[in-house]
Structure formats: structure tokens, C-alpha cells
């Protein structure tokens, strides 16, 4: 079997078990289904610490997150397909609420590719769907504390021959409250109105504890 095809397979599993991930670490039945869109969790997650990079190489937190909206992608610049499909729906959704001015909200791309991925490829990426666009990474270890609280997974080859490489990952948009907590899970397959649509309503009505 070709490589991109054991790829694909190996993503496909990765997907189902991510989802399958996000359900066991919710303390609890989903208490709105978003018209098979995805999931707003009963009670908001907190995250927990870690330090990743932006794409000015500048150190990142948790706390970065607080104060605004953020809505997160987890995959790589190097990807063939499916993340930038993701990310063309993340500028769509984006260009959607921009209109509204009372609503504060960033969208990142956090690159489960350290390696390849470096900050400055990062911006060049990102910014290519949107100039607004940001991007994150940092060291695996920080990049699991993140990805496991947002549900997310992926798995970097062990000893891969070259630079040739496709990194399995999970796809799914995480979405951020403004008090750093993890609100909501957006699964594919992404419609960007129904997104749009469903981002704007959570964020309008949004109160904080």
C-alpha cells in the first residue's frame, strides 16, 4: 500500500479516536448537539498551563487566550488537503463575523509539526487565508497538554526517512471562551455558514461566570 494511503487510513482512525477522546474526558452528556455541527460542552474546560511559540517566535500561554474569542485548528503547513480545506473555512467564518464589531475573535492554526514548522513558516501560512491569522507551536509535550484538553490528536512518524512526511491529526475546530476555557467542539465535515451562524449565536450570548 502506498504511503498516502496508509495516511489516510492511520487519519481516519486518529479522527474517530480523537472524538472518542473528547467524550471520555467531558465530565458529561453535551448539553447542545449544534445541528450535527458539533458539540457545546456543559461546563466550559479549563486548560491547563503550558508555553508554546506564536509565529513571531514570542512565548504563548494559556492566558493568551483570555479576553477574547479564539477559535483553534490543530494540524501543518505541510498538509496536503485537509487543513488548508479547514483553514479556507476558518477565513469564511471569519469574514462572516467580521461585520459585527461587538464580537472579539482570533483564529490560530497550531502546527502539531514542530520540526518543519517554524514560526516564521507559520506566519507565511496562515496569513495566506486570512492577513489576521495566527499560528502557535512549541515542544510536544506542550503541544499534548493543548491538544488533549481541546480533544485533539495527531501522531508525528518516529523516524521518518526525509522531510517528506505527513503527519496524522484529528480535524476539528476548538473553540475558546473568553475566559481561556475550552466552549466548544466544531466537527467536520465544516459548513462555514452553519459555523458562522452557530459561533456568532455562542459568543453573543456568552456571560461570564
Known amino acids: 500500500m502506498k504511503p498516502a494511503g496508509i495516511a489516510a487510513i492511520v487519519f481516519v482512525g486518529l479522527l474517530a479516536f480523537g472524538l472518542g477522546a473528547w467524550w471520555a474526558v467531558t465530565s458529561s452528556q453535551p448539553d447542545l448537539e449544534m445541528a450535527g455541527s458539533g458539540y457545546v460542552l456543559p461546563e466550559p474546560r479549563d486548560l491547563p498551563a503550558f508555553e508554546l511559540v506564536d509565529g513571531q517566535g514570542v512565548a504563548f500561554s494559556q492566558t493568551d487566550f483570555q479576553g477574547h474569542w479564539s477559535v483553534l485548528y490543530f494540524g501543518f503547513t505541510y498538509c496536503p488537503d485537509v487543513c488548508p480545506a479547514a483553514l479556507a473555512v476558518m477565513a469564511q467564518v471569519k469574514q ?8 472579539d475573535d482570533r483564529y490560530y492554526l497550531v502546527s502539531v509539526d514542530p520540526a518543519r514548522d517554524t514560526p516564521v513558516r507559520l506566519t507565511e ?85
Not at 462572516?96 to 464580537?103: H, S, V, Y
Not at 515542544?139 to 501522531?155: C, H, I, M, N, P
Not at 505527513?166 to 459555523?195: E, K, M, Q, Y
Request: glycine share 6%; aromatic share 10%.
Open 96 to 103: 462572516q463575523l467580521d461585520g459585527d464589531e461587538d464580537l
Open 125 to 209: 501560512y496562515v496569513t495566506y487565508f486570512d492577513p489576521e491569522f495566527l499560528g502557535l507551536t512549541g515542544e510536544f509535550d506542550q503541544l499534548d497538554r493543548l491538544t488533549r484538553a481541546a480533544g485533539a490528536v495527531y501522531k508525528v512518524p518516529d523516524a521518518p526517512e526525509d522531510d517528506n512526511y505527513l503527519v496524522a491529526h484529528s480535524s476539528t475546530l476548538t473553540l475558546i471562551d473568553p475566559a481561556g476555557r475550552v466552549h466548544a467542539i466544531f466537527t467536520s465535515p465544516f459548513d462555514p455558514n452553519v459555523i458562522a451562524d452557530k459561533l456568532g449565536a455562542l459568543m453573543r450570548n456568552w456571560k461570564a461566570d
